[in-house]
């Protein structure tokens, strides 16, 4: 065969080569740091436990009136779970991936063998989102084999309602998991990128609900928090009401992973290791 004949891969099949060797690195990476698992375990064990607390009161309202365990509503307590301790979890996970190798120059090897900063950062997005997504599942699973098991007596398991919290909160992780590889990305610096993590999903959109101003109250529903939890609470939050519905809070949590991942990419661009 001569030369001629051969044909050269293209640049795109370069680029999808050098992307799955970089899931891959970022795959043994991650998965070889007790951090990640511990994570994992904390999202997973804090509902569980979250779980066990929310329907243990509600078996005691139970106990004394059957007709009160009408209202517990199990894909309620598990948006809970996800907004009040899991979400926290997937910041830390997507914190220490994204900043660790900053602090430890193992950041300057990784560009070393592969210059194509975007390819090393949609890698890392991916292996991430995918971990927190995983995570965001076995936790909903288990809190909802807690509350089964405390409240079945009294209240039927809306199985339909409950996977679509579940895959929904799921989502919401994993998208929560790129919009902080981006921010830690850019910070390169873990207490600063938890900090801002802890101030968009809680701080922020709780100071501006009680502002006691309507439109600054409205505003909060911009934030990435309150909207995930609008989205995988199916709007049935029980402690907050947005002012809009349906699949504007999903593209509210999308247009902040987006935002998040551009100003990374081009923070590794303008910025050397």
Partial sequence: MSA?????????AVRQHALRREIAAEWIRQSSLRSTWWCAAAAVAGMAAFAGLSGWSQLAHALEDPLASQGAEFAQLTSHGYFYLVQFSVLILAALASTGGFGNRGAAGTFTW????SVVLLARTLVTAALAFATAVVAGLAGTGVLA?????????PLGEVLTTVLGAGVCMALFAALFVGVGTALRGTAGTVMTGFLLLLGLPLVMQLSGVDAVD????????????????????????????????????????????????????LRDV
């Fill in 114 to 117: 592969n210059p194509d900063r």
């Fill in 4 to 12: 001629s004949s051969m044909k050269e891969p293209s640049v795109w």
């Fill in 149 to 157: 098991a405390l409240l079945s007596r009294f209240v039927s398991l």
């Fill in 218 to 269: 409205d505003l909060a529903a911009l934030t990435p928090g309150l909207a995930g939890i609008e989205f995988y609470a199916a709007g049935d939050v029980g402690f907050y009401s947005a002012p809009f519905d349906g699949p504007a809070n999903i593209a509210v949590v999308v247009g902040w992973a987006v935002a998040g991942l551009l100003v990374a990419r081009t923070e590794l661009r």
